[in-house]
């Protein structure tokens, strides 16, 4: 066998002449040295990267975005929002006027994520891999980077006023924003639920009372933005043409900030103040106004069949009282429509309190998933239709009535809102229902139902155990102890100062 | 329960992955030692040297499979509460105290074995003793849904993506000393 057709490479003997597969290999060698040349240094800057980007989508993009970036990775069927299919080349967040984001815009929603969804802040990882990231995440619709990106004009900022957010009312109302995000803003326009998305997935329209949910995000230039070019790919058309004259863009962002907090400011403990008075019924009584709400975050109960990955009430404000003879809870929750429920696809929407039937003695309590079979819990429930009751739960779907129930309430739904206020006596009997004493660190949990979205039995949305603790109830005594002490004080002066005079004239 | 009592049907590649995992880190303790033993399945045409690099080649390509397995059920059923990043920042977080266990942080999985994951992940809240209560734990017990393999699968995956290692007898032993 001749020699050279095995020393395909350098190794061969140096004596020996260059045979043909030599010369081939050389000529091969400097075609691919020349190739690697032209593309890490003439190549456009991008496909370098995206080739790198590749490597870090395929380890954290993936699992939801899919290997083909269609949305279609292993975790989707479970998500809602559904992730984004960056096949349509279609991006919701756009600092742009036509379709086209900036790299930028890709940038800044892998690094801030966009709250309310799945999509998390990916700034955890190196800044590089995350542009390089992007980069790779153009090459799956390269058509919709053809055209290069326009940059938005916004008209001049409008600072907020009582004017500017008059104005953005009316706007509001003349360009038909409450069709979807409804009169207050809560999501409960009248075409709330026919809404669907490009790829015929149903939408919610935003609540825009809770700004931090905000895809975009919560600052008034971003909200102008998505006023102005709309968020693509959902029924948000942009309304930068739509508007009267170009600052009702601010007025309307300015209304819009003017609906709801910055953030939802959870509780870690739920006051419950003492009053002297008779407690209301009416939720909507003024009472209840001067009461500071409580707000608890609420979460998809994922333990047991069937589970809720996506619940549809994420905070309750609780605002709760008590006087000598009875406890109160105010509560006001979102819920986009008000629902008795068909028994199939739809169900009465519910709220309850949870809390052991006795108050623990130690730091031992029922199991917070609505107890278990040895421990119980006892609720205090509203639901649609039936009004408040008390139960007795071994587990979330063994519910009992307990026999002469005595709570009483009232609940009140507008503008995509429920307030409810539901009543008890302080003290109870029987082994079942627990009593509320001042001073004393009381467990306490929460559980909703949207029934309009399907939530019933085990899906809810639900939290784990809080406090709940009853303020000492104010005496009069801070009238009268300081002033007494100060008499005394006087007094005792008084008389040193004389015995002293006294000594001196002697 | 997972049928981890048949051993018939046990391929080469399943058998040398277990190996392979058994002796890299030790303390795979709920896996009975009948599956740990070596039973020299390899043809006897290569030899030992060679033998030893298929083997390890199949081993880690199957490591592969199981990390990867490991990352969809993880991604379907552990990201709503530990997140994507496995930071214990998922979205139902916020709402849960104490907070969902944060993996990447040194304090958490690195400082246990495999075999207390698995304890954890299969009792979750309700498995915990009650000498230590007040526990507030809102984690499933996981032996409801996941079988025994897939909760393996997942103790491998979160090891493999954030890079830390089990706590080892050794480690801590020679610590001591």
Redesign the interface.
């Known amino acids: 066998m001749p020699r050279t057709n095995r020393s395909g490479g350098p190794c061969g003997s140096p004596r020996t002449p260059p045979s043909r597969v030599d010369r081939t290999f050389g000529s091969i060698a400097s075609a691919l040295f020349a190739f690697l040349v032209i593309v890490f240094t003439a190549a456009p800057a991008w496909a370098q990267d995206a080739n790198a980007g590749k490597v870090v989508y395929e380890r954290?993009c993936v699992?939801?975005h899919g290997e083909k970036g269609d949305g279609k990775?292993?975790?989707a069927e479970?998500l809602l929002p559904k992730p984004r299919d960056f096949t349509k080349g279609l991006f919701k967040i756009r600092s742009t006027a036509n379709k086209t984001p900036t790299d930028q815009d890709l940038f800044r929603i892998v690094s801030d994520g966009m709250p309310g969804t799945?999509m998390?802040p990916?700034e955890?990882l190196p800044e590089r891999d995350r542009r390089n990231v992007v980069a790779y995440i153009k090459t799956f619709a390269p058509e919709a980077f053809k055209e290069p990106p326009k940059k938005l004009e916004l008209p001049k900022e409008v600072g907020s006023s009582e004017a500017s957010i008059k104005r953005g009312k009316e706007m509001f109302e003349a360009i038909e924003c409450h069709k979807c995000h409804g009169t207050e803003g809560r999501a409960d326009g009248p075409s709330h639920p026919e809404l669907k998305d490009e790829w015929g997935n149903p939408v919610a329209p935003a609540n825009l009372t809770k700004r931090w949910n905000f895809r975009g995000g919560r600052s008034r230039t971003e909200i102008a933005t998505r006023i102005a070019n709309g968020v693509l790919g959902t029924p948000m058309p942009a309304f930068l043409e739509a508007v009267e004259k170009p600052e009702d863009i601010w007025h309307l962002t300015n209304y819009i900030v003017s609906l709801g907090p910055d953030s939802p400011q959870?509780a870690?403990l739920v006051t419950v103040s003492s009053v002297k008075d008779a407690i209301p019924d009416d939720p909507a009584a003024d009472f209840w106004k001067k009461i500071t709400p409580n707000n608890i975050?609420?979460?998809?109960q994922?333990?047991v069949d069937p589970r809720n990955?996506n619940p549809a009430i994420d905070l309750v404000s609780v605002r709760a009282v008590y006087n000598d003879k009875e406890i109160a809870f105010h509560l006001t929750w979102d819920d986009p429509s008000e629902t008795k429920g068909d028994g199939k696809t739809t169900f009465p929407d519910a709220i309850s309190l949870q809390f052991a039937p006795q108050q623990p003695t130690?730091?031992?309590?029922p199991?917070?998933?609505m107890g278990?079979a040895t421990d119980g819990v006892y609720l205090l429930r509203w639901e649609q239709g039936k009004g408040v009751s008390e139960l007795s739960a071994h587990g979330p779907t063994k519910l009992a009535a307990i026999p002469g129930g005595e709570a009483s309430g009232k609940a009140v739904f507008k503008n995509g809102q429920y307030a409810l206020v539901m009543k008890r006596s302080l003290a109870a009997t029987g082994t079942e229902r627990p009593s509320f004493r001042p001073r004393v660190f009381t467990p306490v949990a929460f559980q909703a139902w949207e029934g309009g979205a399907g939530e019933s039995g085990p899906k809810m949305s639900l939290?784990?155990?809080?406090y709940l603790r009853l303020e000492e109830p104010q005496s009069n005594r801070r009238f009268f102890i300081p002033p007494a002490v100060a008499l005394l004080t006087f007094a005792v002066l008084g008389l040193i100062v004389r015995a002293a005079r006294s000594r001196a004239v002697q | 329960m997972a049928n981890y009592g048949s051993s018939d049907h046990r391929s080469l590649q399943e058998k040398t992955a277990r190996e392979l995992i058994w002796t890299s880190n030790r303390t795979f303790q709920g896996w009975t030692c009948s599956q740990c033993e070596w039973n020299s399945p390899l043809p006897t045409l290569l030899s030992e040297a060679d033998a030893r690099t298929a083997y390890d080649r199949l081993a880690a390509a199957k490591f592969r499979e199981h990390v990867a397995k490991g990352g969809e059920i993880y991604i379907r059923n552990c990201v709503y509460c530990h997140g994507d990043n496995l930071d214990g920042k998922g979205h139902f977080a916020p709402g849960f105290n104490p907070p969902p266990a944060n993996f990447q942080d040194p304090g958490t999985i690195a400082m246990l074995q495999e075999a207390f994951l698995f304890w954890r992940i299969a009792k979750g809240g309700p498995g915990l003793p009650k000498e230590s209560t007040p526990w507030n734990s809102v984690m499933p017990p996981w032996e409801d849904r996941l079988t025994e393999e897939q909760i393996w699968q997942v103790i491998m995956y979160l090891y493999d993506a954030t890079g830390q290692q089990p706590r080892r007898w050794e480690a801590s032993e020679h610590a001591s000393h």
């Open positions: 954290k699992a939801c990775g292993a975790a479970l799945s998390p990916w955890v959870p870690t975050l609420l979460e998809g994922v333990i990955f130690g730091t031992e309590r199991y917070f998933l278990d939290t784990s155990w809080y």
